[in-house]
């Protein structure tokens, strides 16, 4: 059994634009040959009654169930197979059947067979048509579907009574029509069609009342009434937008209130196009014209601040549109569908890619110097410094939206000390301390870099040059956490460093953590060292393989404490969350709903949800008090969902002053507002796509020891009758 693709996809309100400069708003997910489609020139594409995705290619009909594709071609032997490869359009016809039509015929697939009928006159007969030259076939809002000819009218066909109505320009016509050359309808409100006729006239009729009740020749004048193959779009505010499909004319904009014509194309003043040949328009959830084009991308209009912006294909971005041809489609859960010319398809959804992504772009100098971070703070003003792995230290200022880079210069004794940054820091002075791995600790202060070194010749030197922690405490004391070696506590008086003798159960400090009673929690590889600020003594926690109330594991990556007082505690092994009050560890693992036992950092939102990363994802966890229990509730992402990837890097992890929260790797990082980030309520409804004997499937007739299995196609069949 597969989901619905359509109710597979997790949904989530719109998240707000962050401030970096190459910030994607509009990420893509892509699907090609790869996948299994059958061809990367997408020509159509069509969502059936039952939630499947369907691709017309020019070579063969791909059904797409959010998992896999099925293919459909012409068989020469079968006579319910394809009529040609070739699709050019599909649409939805009475009965859930679905018109396809190829390049030497019109096949009509039927769902509960799972064959298709190449029968169109026969089938066309069957609903009182009698021509079959059928150029398209629109659904209204009733349920009745409209059949547009060829110079011959247009035919209705009503299923729930199982009658048809004919429309054309003659007299005795029950609405008599401008022209019996439509060439599309859009259904809008209240019963009204608006039709758009092959000389640019374009007809709003009252399908209750069979009225004309306007008509407007402000297309037909622009284009001197030339014969033309318009398409259009209704949009929410009940205007119509439409194209000539292979005719570099633009879009218009038939404003229908005010009955008056925009003209919108290359070089047009305000909205300017950039190509003139549309291949479709749809409008996103958000009311965003979204217009297909050839060789220009998608062009994005924002009516409410009439402006226009691109999105085009970036060889150096996975999520940027495939190609610059778009065949665009807007489904019914707010999916927007790009079929390209030869580089397959992508979808997009505000909520399937959640996360903005900040990462290094190779044709992109203002994009962030090097993708490997490994650590963050920000400054009192909001600008934020990244250490990198390898690039060195980079500063960004959200005002100028500009990075700035700081590297090792070797003919430089006052540059950075090393390129491999994996801690930082900033005082009570407002200076940087920065911990390198291997080249010890520089601290800078805007203009020079002062490097300190461990020397085994000097005691009061930094105790290991592998800076892993640095964190200023509530008395302004500077505290450096090393590979190896004692505690350090920078002297400034002495431009040295202290080292307290504490009862330690490690010379490895992986991350510091003050809390709010002002203790200082140290985490080691062999537990966590707790110097209580009332005592100035050292309390320990560690894993007690007999004992179920310790600490989860010895290895510990971070450390936090939420607004109840609780601490959690990341570790290798999973993810303790300790009442100290109580004494009590509440200890999750992967098979509690974690995304990896391996919890590299832990940060708390402004809601109370706790956010990690791990080393296979993003997790929030909701946790509720009750009694004296815990309850919990976890939440898991991934790189589907816009991560920088699954793996995170150990210190890349901040919460900002305005709430956002920021998350690193080796691809770049995730900066993003958890308000917006919400599950979804959708309940997946489950359909089979296939069902096998022996490892082989059974389709609609075949017969099993004599007897016939399928009288439906699976996807028609309750699992019942499978019994």
């Not at 150029?135 to 060829?150: A, P, Q, R, Y």
Request: charge should be negative; aromatic fraction near 12%.
């Amino acid at each position: 059994m597969f989901s619905k693709f359509c109710a597979s996809i997790v949904l989530v309100i719109a998240m707000s634009q962050c401030v970096f400069a190459q910030n994607n708003e509009y990420q893509f997910t892509r699907l090609d040959i790869t996948n299994g489609l059958s061809n990367n020139r997408i020509n159509c594409i069509y969502k059936d009654a039952e939630g499947f995705m369907w691709f017309g290619t020019t070579s063969g009909l791909n059904r797409y169930d959010g998992y896999e594709f099925k293919v459909y071609k012409h068989d020469p032997s079968d006579s319910t197979s394809l009529y040609s490869n070739y699709i050019t359009h599909i649409y939805s016809g009475p009965d859930n059947k679905m018109w396809v039509y190829t390049h030497y015929g019109i096949s009509i697939y039927d769902p509960v067979t799972g064959k298709f009928n190449n029968n169109v006159t026969g089938q066309l007969l069957a609903y009182r048509i009698y021509f079959n030259n059928v150029s398209s076939i629109v659904k209204d809002s009733n349920g009745d579907f409209w059949f547009l000819t060829v110079k011959r009218g247009v035919y209705c066909y009503h299923p729930n009574t199982k009658t048809t109505s004919f429309y054309n320009r003659m007299p005795g016509s029950k609405i008599v029509l401008h022209s019996s050359y439509v060439v599309d309808a859009l259904p809008g409100k209240n019963n009204i069609l608006w039709l758009i006729y092959n000389d640019g006239v374009i007809e709003a009729v009252n399908t209750h009342t069979n009225q004309v009740i306007q008509r407007s020749y402000a297309l037909y004048n622009a284009n001197n009434g030339k014969g033309k193959n318009y398409s259009g779009m209704m949009d929410q505010r009940g205007n119509l937008w439409i194209y000539v499909d292979e005719d570099p004319v633009g879009v218009y904009e038939y404003i229908a209130a005010a009955n008056t014509l925009q003209h919108y194309f290359k070089g047009s003043k305000g909205i300017s196009l950039n190509s003139n040949v549309i291949n479709s328009i749809v409008q996103a959830d958000d009311n965003t014209i979204w217009i297909g084009t050839d060789h220009g991308g998608i062009n994005l209009i924002n009516m409410t601040s009439n402006t226009v912006s691109y999105l085009l294909n970036r060889p150096d971005d996975q999520k940027s549109v495939p190609g610059n041809s778009a065949t665009l489609y807007k489904d019914n859960t707010g999916i927007i569908w790009d079929g390209t010319f030869k580089q397959g398809i992508c979808y997009f959804h505000k909520g399937i890619i959640q996360f903005p992504l900040v990462r290094h772009y190779d044709l992109d100098n203002a994009s962030l110097p090097n993708d490997d971070v490994d650590s963050f703070v920000e400054d009192a003003n909001g600008n934020l410094w990244i250490g990198t792995n390898g690039g060195g230290l980079v500063y960004f200022n959200p005002k100028t939206k500009k990075y700035t880079q700081y590297k090792h210069d070797p003919n430089n004794p006052n540059s950075l000390t090393n390129d491999i940054v994996i801690s930082l820091c900033i005082d009570h002075a407002h200076k940087l301390w920065i911990g390198t791995y291997f080249r010890g600790l520089d601290r800078f202060d805007g203009k020079t870099f002062t490097h300190y070194r461990h020397n085994d010749n000097i005691p009061a030197s930094l105790g290991d040059d592998r800076v892993y922690s640095i964190i200023e405490d509530a008395e302004q004391r500077l505290w450096v956490g090393t590979f190896a070696g004692p505690l350090n506590i920078y002297n400034s008086k002495t431009n040295s460093f202290d080292h307290p003798n504490y009862p330690v159960r490690s010379e490895y400090t992986a991350v510091f953590y003050e809390d709010r009673q002002k203790n200082l929690w140290i985490g080691r590889d062999n537990g966590i060292d707790v110097i209580e600020k009332n005592s100035n003594t050292v309390k320990h926690y560690f894993n007690d393989p007999q004992n179920h109330n310790s600490l989860v594991a010895n290895d510990v990556n971070s450390i936090m404490q939420d607004h109840n007082g609780l601490m959690w505690i990341g570790t290798k092994e999973g993810l303790s969350i300790l009442d100290a009050r109580a004494d009590k560890f509440i200890n999750i693992e992967e098979k509690q709903g974690l995304p990896s036992n391996n919890i590299w950092n832990v940060l708390e939102d402004n809601s109370g949800r706790v956010w990690m990363s791990t080393g296979n994802g993003l997790a929030n966890v909701k946790l509720t008090k009750n009694g004296g229990d815990y309850s919990y509730e976890i939440h898991k992402y991934n790189d589907a969902d816009g991560l920088q990837g699954r793996e995170f890097n150990a210190y890349a992890a901040l919460k900002t002053r305005d709430g956002h929260l920021i998350f690193g790797g080796a691809h770049g990082f995730n900066y993003f507002d958890p308000a917006t980030i919400k599950p979804s309520n959708l309940k997946p409804q489950l359909v089979f796509t296939d069902f096998q004997l022996f490892n082989k499937s059974v389709n609609v007739g075949d017969t099993v020891a004599g007897k016939v299995v399928l009288t439906k196609a699976i996807t028609e069949s309750p699992a019942s009758r499978l019994v």
